[in-house]
């Protein structure tokens, strides 16, 4: 059967019971126990007992209004792995007054007989409003939440370091966390600026797509024996690793307004 805990913000269980098969010739109703009991009961369960990671998230991860998306800055830099330092890219910027008027591109003019392509641009708001997370993996420790290693962490343990630059992610020594893939800066009229930063490609399935299983384990068996890497390939759809943060600027806010 599935064990299903219930436990309110202080961790507290409200409600821990084990479901198990369909009762026979009952339809809706399930064979229920209380761990540590041996009494089991026919209840009618009618809930959803999917263990599918995106049935119980809100997978919709910016929930960004695209119309108040103001301002996108695409900075299309690299990151040396040895050194761990930034490979300048090409930064360009886009922004507009309001929903009603056209992109515009920051910085050096447009060349002759060129304009901006309105559908792209509409295409590339509309998706940064429906980045849909499907994965999620834990935050390695010694970085704050603006991604930035704090004092005791440079760069946090080998560990760490190892987890995140296998999946495009690299703490310099001055503190920062580089993406390989570069960043995507959005800025909305409510103030909200949010940084977008790109790493590896990941392809996977089920629980190792949702949460990293056996990631650690196929590293190690990778590291002992290098036959084994490419013993079996991933399967599954391509996603991508992402770090995102998310500030206030209060000059958005007011410029809004007028």
Same mark, same amino acid.
Do not use: C
């Given at each position: 059967?599935k064990r299903v805990t ?7 269980? &409200? ?6 098969? #369909? ?14 009991? $041996? ?6 369960? $009618? ?12 997978? $919709? ?28 890219? #090409?930064?360009?910027? *886009? #922004?507009?007054? %309001? ?28 998706? &940064?409003? %429906?980045?849909? *997370? ?8 010694? &970085? ?20 995140? +630059?296998s999946k495009g992610f ?14 995507? *800066?959005?800025?909305?009229? %409510? ?23 056996? #990631? ?13 890497? !490419?013993?079996?390939?991933? !399967? ?6 992402? +770090? ?15």
């Amino acid at each position: 059967g599935k064990r299903v805990t219930l436990k309110d913000a202080s961790e507290k269980v &409200l409600a821990d019971f084990i479901i198990g098969k #369909e009762v026979k010739d009952r339809p809706g109703q399930r064979y229920v126990r209380v761990p540590g009991k $041996n009494r089991t009961y026919g209840v009618n369960v $009618n809930v959803d007992l999917s263990t599918r990671f995106a049935d119980w998230i809100e997978t $919709n991860l910016l929930k960004v209004d695209t119309s108040k998306v103001r301002k996108v800055v695409f900075d299309n830099h690299k990151v040396d792995p040895d050194r761990r330092r930034l490979i300048p890219g #090409e930064v360009l910027t *886009i #922004e507009r007054k %309001d929903a009603s008027t056209p992109w515009t591109l920051l910085g050096d003019p447009i060349p002759a007989g060129k304009e901006l392509d309105t559908e792209k641009l509409l295409g590339l708001v509309t998706a &940064l409003g %429906d980045v849909k *997370i499907v994965g999620v993996r834990p935050k390695p420790e010694g &970085l704050t939440r603006e991604l930035k290693a704090t004092g005791e962490a440079k760069p946090t343990t080998r560990t760490a370091l190892a987890s995140l +630059m296998s999946k495009g992610f690299y703490p310099t020594e001055d503190g920062r966390v580089l993406s390989n893939e570069g960043d995507i *800066i959005v800025s909305t009229e %409510d103030g909200a600026v949010y940084t977008l930063r790109f790493g590896e490609v990941s392809i996977a399935t089920g629980s190792a797509l949702s949460a990293g299983v056996d #990631e650690t384990q196929a590293k190690t068996e990778s590291a002992k024996d290098p036959a084994k890497k !490419d013993e079996k390939k991933p !399967d599954g759809p391509e996603s991508r690793y992402l +770090m995102v943060t998310i500030a206030f600027d209060p000059k958005l806010k007011i410029a809004a307004s007028f």
